[in-house]
């Protein structure tokens, strides 16, 4: 069983730019949700993926968007980057269904300058 | 949507002793409390969870309950051990599609 992967390890940015996020599913899992944890925060609720489909969004304006792919692998893109947008992004999977388990991967630091 | 208040901020103990960390939620529907550690720069790992047909679950160690009247859920830790030391984040699912709602964490400090 392969845990949940994600790339880059570390990126940065400048203001005004747009970034892609990638995130590889837990062998097994078909749902995929993202997270934006700030320095010495709790992860907050971005969005989750299922059949290849939005399933659910928090409190992120559009620019926050995202994929997910028939391998069940999925993308955070952010468009327009922001100085507030800097933080670290963690993706976790989980099987919608049976299971409310949510795994997380390593996690994405952004910076924006 | 779901609220979580986590206490205390920070908490030290002597290792060997117990330690507690308390949450509570807004939403009565909220059916899924997790709780995770997050090591400084690695993920935040699942270390137990709990559903709201269940009052209390039990893993070694830890162990958690939950209140549903109260809507407050707790994490007990028992005879503490260095590597115990982290970030514990408690979280709330209201809905499969809604995504955790955590708590603002908790860092725990075991003293030798």
Do not use: M
């Amino acid at each position: 069983e392969t845990g949940v992967t994600q790339s880059p390890t570390h990126l940065i940015k400048t203001r005004g730019q747009q970034v892609t996020l990638r995130c590889s599913s837990q062998s097994g899992h078909n749902t995929v949700s993202w997270y934006q944890q700030a320095l010495g925060q709790g992860p907050q609720f971005i969005f989750q993926y299922y059949r290849e489909e939005e399933n659910g969004r928090g409190n992120f304006p559009p620019r926050f968007s995202g994929l997910q792919f028939p391998n069940y692998s999925s993308e955070l893109n952010v468009n327009a980057l922001e100085l507030d947008d800097s933080a670290l992004y963690l993706c976790a999977s989980s099987f919608a269904g049976t299971s409310y388990e949510q795994y997380f991967g390593p996690g994405t630091r952004l910076t924006v300058t | 949507g779901e609220n979580v208040e986590q206490h205390p901020s920070t908490l030290s103990v002597q290792e060997g002793d117990s330690a507690v960390i308390k949450c509570t939620y807004s939403d009565s529907a909220s059916n899924y409390f997790p709780w995770y550690k997050q090591e400084l720069g690695k993920r935040p790992q699942l270390i137990i969870d709990i559903r709201s047909n269940v009052g209390e679950k039990k893993d070694q160690r830890i162990a958690v309950t939950l209140n549903k009247t109260a809507k407050h859920f707790s994490l007990h830790i028992t005879e503490t051990q260095p590597e115990d030391s982290a970030v514990y984040f408690c979280a709330a699912l209201l809905g499969g599609a809604d995504g955790l709602t955590f708590g603002k964490g908790t860092h725990l400090i075991i003293q030798p």
